[in-house]
């Protein structure tokens, strides 16, 4: 019998109808498998992923492929963005077996958990050998099964980094150097094929430009961000970046578009427009924001973690365009228009002759009349898009995505109020957006205490919130905090950090990514590395530092020095998967600066858009009357002779008050 069909996850519910009987991961799950004296298949996957759909295709609907997982295995389908840390257990076992990782994961398992076997995906005719090879083993060489299992084990819980170093200067400075060392200084990002969006250490770059002054960093992340946006892996319709490129020139994606690459993103451009005032940079940012409310908000508030890889099982059939389609759309000498502008040929850049969208003029500093025309060819290519096969959505809401996407919105709203007066790009109020997410993850997210996962149609799923969950929100409720001067997400925020100070510590300055009360596994995973998103360790250091700076509490920020520490030996060797980590390390040696203005007019007043300006990396700014309930930054601060008055602080050290922009400016340089 298939245990599918009561799911939350939209992954799962894909798997609901194989002849494969797969139970969702429980303990009765390894009971079984116990009571039967079967080892266990399970397969890890995400609903957004097209190798998972293949391998669904080939094998698990397949009634001969079902029947002999059935006799021979008890099978647990597993979407990993719901349980990251199983995830973490059996990738890192999968590693360690193969020396590589991915989606679909197949991991054969004893009825204890513990990994023997671990690979990808398997086509069908292999996958068919493999059950009735490792059906044989468990009957003839169980003790040889047992022990390899016993060894992966052994394997994976070792501690990867050994040790902990001061955070430095020299550190920060060292990982840029290696970071140079992988650049590509054509194509822009960090090695070769296939080129994944480097958006942490974009953020990092850019905060060690603005910190150390390093004009080098700010154009590497300028030069990545610009070889990106006028890539296929952006969407050049509709916005929004899909997961990665196949190719080292950013032209072919793998087409799912997750929400945590576009929250990410959405940061580092917005961040490249403060900086520079770059205007492509601005648009990339404004349509990666939209993309969010207009394609991933749920009716709910919060944000959909993903568009699907496929359009009815093939890849890339809603974005890629021919010049005959172009024409049927267009006419003739609109259609030549479009295929010079975005790289549209006969030949084609992707299959079947069709090509993949880049962008190939400058339009961004463009004459109105070109702008104008661009604008017109994208919007009737786009109507025409809508007609087609659209994928599927992964409507699921993960907290800790969405506590990214939230941080993003937030930067961004607060960005273009600074550089427009107010925020009405498109009549999108992107704070009320933040805000109404904020308030799902708080009331259906946030259960007794702790951070559940996931919900679905706004009913909560029953996986436990793990390390970047509560990084991540916690961080996320600092930003809506700093532009809405509502305390209550303080003290959310507050919260949540206890709970990770209680709960996930691992007594010698770093974290765990599960509780001390959660489901035991073969292991305890605590990996500090940064992949796709932020590890639980760099995503609460940032969150402990904004708290920190927030609240003036300095044990918050002695436990982000601590917990970063863990992390330096990955930081000196291999900062490419510490992006975040290091970007906390950027605003721990700024300051982070706290910027308390008083004023009566917290989003126009010159000051807070001159704070807005010129903020060092990782500052905290929040601006309102010295009344204002539960903003301790504001506490006790007056206005100097009845002016708005700006209090800018430095790791708890105070610069006398001002009241001009232009001394505010020189403080914050």
């Excluded at 010049?323 to 502008?341: N, S, T």
């Amino acid at each position: 019998m298939n245990r599918l069909g009561d799911a939350t996850s939209p992954y799962l519910l894909q798997h609901a109808d194989n002849p494969v009987h797969w139970w969702p991961w429980s303990e009765e799950a390894f009971a079984e498998a116990k009571r039967r004296d079967v080892p266990v298949l399970i397969s890890v996957g995400y609903a957004a992923c097209h190798w998972c759909h293949v391998m669904a295709h080939e094998s698990f609907e397949d009634a001969v492929v079902g029947d002999l997982v059935n006799e021979h295995f008890v099978a647990i389908k597993v979407d990993r963005e719901e349980r990251p840390d199983v995830d973490a257990v059996y990738m890192s076992a999968t590693q360690a077996m193969t020396g590589q990782g991915g989606w679909p994961m197949t991991i054969f398992a004893a009825p204890d958990g513990k990994p023997f076997l671990c690979g990808t995906y398997y086509p069908k005719a292999q996958f068919t050998r493999l059950l009735g090879a490792v059906a044989d083993a468990w009957r003839d060489q169980r003790q040889q099964v047992l022990e390899q299992g016993d060894a992966v084990v052994e394997a994976i819980a070792r501690n990867p980094l050994g040790g902990g170093a001061e955070i430095t200067k020299e550190l920060l400075d060292h990982a840029v150097e290696l970071l140079r060392g992988d650049y590509d200084t054509v194509r822009g990002g960090f090695g070769g094929a296939p080129k994944f969006p480097p958006h942490m250490l974009m953020l990092f770059l850019l905060r060690h430009h603005r910190r150390a002054g390093d004009a080098e960093s700010l154009e590497l992340a300028r030069h990545t961000g610009e070889a990106m946006a006028r890539g296929g892996i952006y969407d050049q319709l509709a916005g929004g970046f899909h997961r990665y490129a196949v190719d080292a020139t950013w032209t072919v994606p793998h087409f799912e578009k997750m929400l945590y690459d576009n929250a990410l993103l959405l940061r580092a451009y917005n961040e490249i427009w403060r900086l520079t005032g770059d205007p492509l940079a601005q648009r990339i940012a404004t349509e990666t924001a939209l993309f969010l409310v207009n394609d991933l908000q749920t009716p709910e508030g919060g944000f959909a973690s993903a568009l699907d890889a496929d359009t009815e099982g093939v890849e890339g059939t809603t974005y890629s365009w021919t010049p005959a389609q172009l024409a049927e759309v267009l006419g003739e000498d609109d259609a030549k228009f479009a295929a010079d502008l975005f790289g549209v040929t006969g030949a084609g850049t992707f299959e079947h002759g069709t090509s993949v969208l880049v962008l190939k003029r400058d339009i961004d500093d463009a004459a109105p009349q070109v702008q104008e025309r661009w604008s017109r060819v994208r919007g009737l290519m786009m109507a025409a898009r809508r007609d087609r096969a659209q994928p599927m959505r992964d409507d699921k809401v993960v907290a800790s995505w969405n506590g990214l996407a939230i941080t993003a919105l937030c930067e961004f709203w607060r960005n273009s109020t600074e550089v427009g007066g107010e925020s009405s790009v498109e009549e999108v109020d992107f704070r009320a957006v933040a805000v109404e997410a904020g308030e799902l993850l708080l009331t259906h997210h946030l259960v007794d205490g702790r951070l559940r996962r996931v919900s679905r149609d706004g009913a909560v799923g029953r996986p436990a919130g793990v390390l970047e969950d509560y990084g991540c929100v916690a961080e996320a409720f600092c930003a809506l905090h700093q532009v809405t001067g509502d305390g209550r997400w303080l003290a959310a925020a507050g919260v949540l950090l206890d709970v990770a100070g209680e709960r996930f510590r691992d007594g010698q300055g770093g974290f765990h990514d599960t509780a001390d009360d959660a489901e035991q596994l073969v292991i305890r995973p605590a990996d500090p590395t940064d992949n796709a998103t932020p590890s639980g360790l760099s995503s609460l250091v940032n969150a402990l530092l904004s708290y920190a700076a927030l609240s003036g509490e300095p044990r918050w920020r002695e436990m982000a020095e601590r917990a970063l520490s863990t992390v330096a030996p990955l930081l000196a060797r291999h900062p490419r998967f510490a992006g975040y980590a290091a970007a906390g390390a950027e605003a721990l040696l700024s300051g982070p600066y706290e910027i308390a203005i008083v004023t009566g007019d917290p989003e126009g007043d010159p000051l807070v858009l001159t704070a807005i300006e010129h903020a060092p990396p990782g500052a905290v700014i929040v601006a309102g009357r010295p009344e204002a309930p539960g903003v301790p930054l504001l506490a006790g601060r007056t206005m100097l002779d009845g002016q708005p008055t700006a209090y800018v602080c430095r790791g708890f050290v105070c610069d006398r008050p001002v009241t001009t922009t232009v001394e505010l400016a020189t403080i914050l340089g």
